[in-house]
């Protein structure tokens, strides 16, 4: 009977007020999505503060990367976004291709074939991303069964790019002034077909699942009572917060780099931006949870139209690598900033001419948007918690670098 | 095989009147006493015969009976476990457990082997007499409601006068174990997860109750096997088709009651995404194993009380059409039940906790009082249950569906039409 005592009033000092219960949600808890920590003060059920730790998937990828080459640097960013490696090599590359042209001694242009498939990896990539979102959101509001329908077609399209690069998840496909050779799909050859065809198959079999997906979820009852509404970030407050991507897009601002500071052949390719509105018939307001995850849903139909295009198009014949010599940018510094499937991922690299960056930083849009959390989440209940975290949909690996 | 074929002919094997022995309790003690007398003692040689204890052999032929019935059903969810995983697996494009015995059927024995043998952790800070006793209190509770199931003409253990009182009274009982369970563990997660389970069980409890009541109204009984009794004329002599008010009883009670056993979309209690496991956290090994087995008997068992008070119990689609007592009849229409229970499982999300206390207090409760006024007028215009009250309940229920669906039809049409990409 002492000994239960003396227990109890150990838990009360721990205690700020009588009345609050501080819980720990995370690291390891199933909907934090990785190792996210938030500290929750809960009164009852309604959550007072939500206050979010992070680096416990820290791996000092910045630090790192001041002692290895440009190239060396690629296979690092695939851990950090490592649900859209393909997007995360992309941003880096451009980066450094930008730094790269600052060089008049040297020409080079990264190949049109290289390009398309690119923008053809990249955006089956976003799909797989978008999925993945998708999936976990629903298991996040309590629905099991989206989740493995989302992996189930997920798995297709990892398997193709098995088929290119030979990674199903850190894939370091995507190179510097170009793509991997390491798999070669010969211009014209049957193996290209192939895997052309392969793609089509998959664009034939996936598109009219995503409205399958809406009837199942996102138009479920229960569902859209447990998302609309909740959590409502305005376009005001998305802007301060430095939200991008379908978040920003989910605030209602009509804001996509593929389209407002198109970079490689983004310009030729015909796409809309999804940007959210009101759905009165479901009670959604723009800025809520719904909408966010609807920007995904609907972004997934637009990357598969991209992707069609190409098809329709074909491949462009030609190497897949400029030739470079050796990466050695000169002396000077970039920031460049890409559309990444959870937003604006930039690279900012210091050069000194050396063919290893002084600096390198990397601009990650989920720190941005897990940034908003705290004021999001203040005043609702712990469900609401799993609800916002799903629905401004963080990477911890891009969180922490 | 004359013993065998003397043993058929006996009044307690005979077909006639039903397969099963009586095992009434209410009457039992004399009926072991009689198979003592005069199935046993004959087959004996005489000299033992005639020392037999009677007594003794009585008590003994009743804790055989208790035995089976304790044997049974734990074995029960055994079966429901692996159901719902094949179910599920269905549901999502899977085949589910396929390697344990043929189409992975041993899997749930397997994983019970793997509780049995796991480690037994008992959380040091928390109070281990309340940890140690939550799971037993859970277990029994959900196992004593089966006593007063009636699965047949003569299979069931009591049919004791206040039947669905007592289902009632000692389901309520679970709360206790699960509030327990929750505040012993010491666990924030399981103090949250036991807490809503309190809330959610006591507040559902209600419109539970209430509809049961539109039930004992009509019936003027609480005693499970007079409820059959009332809906022995085939399908349209079911109490869920007596009058349009007991037909929105049904549904009130079987969300209701889904919301008493914490399944989807009311599985708040132990919602995975948020509060981990909720009040079972901190539980491993085989008391976790008694939690999950009562999860499964408690499914079961409502679906059995549903069945009963609805949906004519143990008595055929047509009169007379009792096979073996009813008992298959009984089960395959409460496993029909279970299996709604696990369709709506795996296609729903689930709601939030000020959502769920709102559908209860808001919506049901309401409408079970509307309920009980109703039946009420409905009892004083047809006090008997003839063809003509039948009749217009029937279609009563008919328009409202119609009109349900024509409501609901419109405003699905209200919704933004997929787009054309």
């Known amino acids: ?401 | 095989m004359s013993d065998f074929r003397a043993m058929l002919a006996s009044p307690y094997f005979n077909v006639s009147e039903g397969f099963f022995p009586n095992i009434n309790l209410q009457d039992g003690l004399n009926w072991a006493e009689e198979f003592i007398q005069n199935v046993v003692i004959p087959r004996l040689p005489e000299a033992v015969a005639a020392h037999f204890p009677v007594e003794l052999g009585t008590v003994l032929v009743m804790f055989g009976c208790a035995g089976i019935f304790v044997g049974v059903f734990p074995l029960l969810p055994l079966f429901l476990v692996l159901a719902e995983r094949k179910v599920a697996a269905r549901f999502q494009n899977r085949t589910g457990p396929m390697r344990v015995g043929p189409w992975g059927t041993l899997q749930t024995l397997a994983d019970g082997v793997k509780l049995i043998f796991k480690e037994d952790f008992i959380p040091p800070q928390g109070d281990k007499f309340l940890f140690l006793l939550a799971p037993y209190i859970i277990f029994a509770c959900s196992f004593a409601v089966f006593a007063a199931i009636p699965f047949g003409q003569n299979i069931l253990v009591s049919d004791f006068n206040i039947g669905i009182f007592y289902i009632m009274a000692i389901s309520s009982v679970i709360v206790m174990g699960v509030i327990m369970a929750g505040w012993s563990s010491n666990s924030k997660w399981s103090l949250l997860g036991s807490l809503r389970s309190a809330a959610q069980i006591v507040s559902y409890e209600i419109p539970l109750g209430l509809s049961i009541l539109t039930i004992v109204m009509l019936v003027e009984s609480l005693s499970m096997q007079e409820i059959v009794a009332t809906q022995s004329n085939g399908i349209f002599s079911w109490l869920i088709f007596r009058s349009p008010f007991t037909f929105i009883a049904f549904f009130i009670f079987f969300i209701s009651a889904i919301a008493e056993v914490n399944r989807t979309p009311f599985d708040l209690p132990e919602a995975e995404s948020e509060i981990v496991a909720g009040f079972h956290t901190e539980y491993s090994g085989m008391r976790f194993a008694l939690f999950f087995i009562a999860e499964y008997a408690n499914m079961f068992a409502v679906s059995a009380i549903a069945v009963t008070l609805f949906l004519g119990g143990w008595e055929g689609v047509l009169p007379g059409y009792d096979i073996l007592g009813g008992l298959p009849g009984f089960v395959i229409k409460t496993l029909a039940l279970v299996f709604l229970m696990m369709w709506l499982r795996w296609t729903l999300p689930r709601l939030r906790v000020d959502q769920l206390m709102n559908l209860c207090w808001k919506y049901f409760i309401p409408i079970a009082f509307f309920n009980i006024l109703g039946t009420g007028i409905w009892g004083l215009i047809f006090p008997e249950d003839t063809l003509i009250s039948t009749s217009i309940s029937c279609a009563i229920i008919y328009i409202g569906l119609i009109a349900a669906y024509k409501v609901a039809g419109r405003s699905l049409a209200q919704r933004p039409a997929p787009q054309p990409s």
Not at chain 1, 11 to 33: C, R, W, Y
Not at chain 1, 232 to 240: K, R, Y
Not at chain 1, 354 to 375: D, H, N
């Open chain 1, 1 to 401: 009977m002492e000994n239960t005592q003396q227990t109890e009033s150990k838990i009360i000092e721990l205690k700020p007020f009588a009345d609050e219960m501080v819980v720990n949600m995370g690291p390891q808890h199933p909907s934090t999505h990785g190792v996210l920590r938030l500290e929750l003060k809960l009164d009852g059920e309604v959550v007072r503060e939500a206050i979010p730790h992070i680096g416990y998937l820290h791996r000092c990828f910045e630090k790192h990367s001041e002692n290895l080459s440009y190239p060396q640097i690629i296979p690092f960013t695939d851990r950090m976004d490592y649900v859209a490696a393909m997007n995360q090599n992309w941003g880096f590359c451009l980066a450094v291709e930008k730094l790269l042209e600052a060089d008049e001694s040297r020409d080079f242009e990264v190949p049109e074939r290289a390009e398309y498939l690119r923008v053809l990896i990249c955006e089956l990539n976003r799909i797989a991303s978008h999925l993945l979102s998708f999936g976990t959101y629903g298991m996040d509001i309590g629905a099991f069964t989206p989740f493995l329908y989302a992996f189930r077609d997920r798995e297709r399209l990892l398997l193709l790019f098995e088929k290119v690069c030979g990674a199903r998840l850190t894939y370091n496909y995507i190179r510097i002034g170009g793509v991997s050779e390491i798999i070669p799909l010969e211009p014209g050859s049957i193996t290209e077909q192939n895997f052309l065809d392969e793609i089509e198959a998959f664009l034939d079999y996936f598109e009219p699942l995503i409205d399958v997906y809406n009837e199942l979820l996102t138009k479920n009852s229960i569902f859209a009572e447990r998302t609309t509404g909740v959590a409502v970030m305005s376009a005001e407050m998305a802007l301060n917060y430095g939200a991008t991507g379908p978040n920003l897009r989910g605030s209602g601002v009509d804001w996509d780099l593929r389209r407002d500071e198109p970079y490689s052949i983004y310009d030729r390719f015909d796409f809309d931006v999804p940007v959210a509105v009101d759905v009165p018939e479901l009670g959604s307001v723009v800025g809520d949870c719904w909408s966010r995850y609807k920007i995904r849903m609907d972004e997934m139909k637009e990357s598969v139209r991209i992707v069609r295009q190409i098809l329709a198009e074909g491949l462009p014949s030609g190497p897949v690598m400029a030739d470079l010599k050796a990466v050695r940018p000169p002396k000077g510094e970039i920031y460049f900033r890409s559309e990444a499937p959870r937003g604006e991922l930039g690279f900012y690299i210091v050069s000194d001419g050396t063919p290893k960056p002084v600096r390198l930083k990397g601009r990650s849009p989920c720190f941005s948007a897990l940034s908003a959390l705290q004021e999001l989440s203040q005043g609702l209940m712990v469900a609401d918690i799993i609800a916002i975290i799903g629905s401004i949909d963080i990477v911890m690996g891009e969180v922490d670098r």
